[in-house]
C-alpha cells in the first residue's frame, strides 16, 4: 500500500528548553553539535555531522521528555566516550545537568545517558552508525 505522504525525508525533531542559551551551550559545549540561531526568537538548531538536527524552542513550560524518548548522539570509539563521561562528570553544575548515568558496555557498545537541564535525555554511545541503518537496508 502507498504511503500518504508519498517518498519524503525525515529532516529534524522539536527539542524543548527552559532556558535557550543554556541548551545552547550544551549542545555545544557537551555534546559537540553545531548550533545556530535562525530566527529572532529564543530559538535555533542544532545538529552533528549527520544532516538531522532538533529546532530548540524555548518555552516556560518545557514538558519533561522520558527516558525512552532519548537523542543519540554517536561518536567513534568507547575511549570517546569514556572521556565525554568524565568530562560531562566535571562541568555538571555549568549546565544544572540533572543526571548522568553510569558508564555501560554491552555487547560491545559503550554508552551512557545525560538528563540536561531542560529535562531532555541524551544517550553518547559508540554504537556503530550503520547499525541504526542496517534494519531498513534488511527489510
Do not use: C, Y
Not at 559545549?29 to 538536527?53: D, K, M, Q, T, W
Not at 565525554?84 to 553544575?93: F, T
Request: zero cysteines; glycine letters at 8%.
Amino acid at each position: 500500500m502507498a504511503s500518504v505522504i508519498g517518498d519524503a525525508i525525515f529532516t529534524h525533531g522539536t527539542l524543548e528548553a527552559l532556558n535557550w542559551e543554556r541548551q545552547r551551550r550544551f549542545s555545544e559545549e557537551v555534546l559537540h553539535l553545531r548550533s545556530v540561531r535562525h530566527v529572532p526568537i529564543e530559538a535555533g538548531v542544532i545538529a552533528g555531522r549527520s544532516n538531522f538536527g532538533a529546532v530548540t524552542i524555548a518555552t516556560k513550560n518545557a514538558h519533561e521528555q522520558g527516558i525512552e524518548n532519548r537523542w543519540v548522539v554517536v561518536v567513534e570509539t568507547a575511549t570517546e566516550v569514556e572521556e565525554a563521561h568524565r568530562r560531562a562528570l566535571s562541568r555538571r553544575d555549568d549546565f544544572a545537568i540533572r543526571n548522568i548515568g553510569e558508564l555501560s558496555s554491552r555487547a560491545g557498545v559503550t554508552s551512557f545517558l545525560v538528563h540536561d537541564g531542560d529535562g531532555n535525555w541524551w544517550e553518547v554511545t559508540d554504537r556503530a552508525i550503520e547499525s541504526f541503518i542496517a534494519p531498513f537496508e534488511s527489510a
